[in-house]
């Protein structure tokens, strides 16, 4: 059974930072490409950043220089490190695993900015 479990969501103030985390089992982690998504209300889900099996990664443009995606293999776990965090950040955030058809979803974790 696949599971992608995040944390490290919270509240922080606009300037601050937070660090999540998504731990998958049930999958051969180095194998996939790894990526943060994140949902705002009312809007279409975005995908944020990217991390390939190569550690080559992507990003989006509204996070470029502010976010970093890492991943752990040994630890099966991807993280998104973010800073300067703007109220337009503030979103649900979701990780997901994918290699070919496989596409896993985690359960999201709310990331909520504001003063």
């Known amino acids: 059974q696949v599971q992608l479990v995040e944390s490290g969501g919270g509240v922080v103030q606009p300037g601050g930072s937070l660090r999540l985390s998504c731990v998958a089992s049930?999958?051969?982690?180095?194998?996939?490409?790894m990526a943060w998504y994140r949902q705002a209300p009312g809007k279409q889900r975005e995908l944020v950043a990217t991390?390939?099996?190569?550690?080559?990664?992507n990003y989006a443009d509204s996070v470029k220089g502010r976010f970093t995606i890492s991943r752990d293999n040994a630890r099966s776990t991807v993280y998104l490190q973010m800073n300067s965090l703007k109220p337009a950040d503030m979103a649900v955030y979701y990780c997901?695993?994918?290699?070919?058809?496989?596409?896993?979803w985690g359960q999201g974790t709310q990331v909520t900015v504001s003063s």
């Open positions: 991390i390939f099996r190569g550690e080559i990664t």
């Open positions: 997901n695993a994918r290699l070919w058809q496989m596409d896993y």
């Open positions: 049930g999958i051969t982690f180095s194998n996939y490409v």
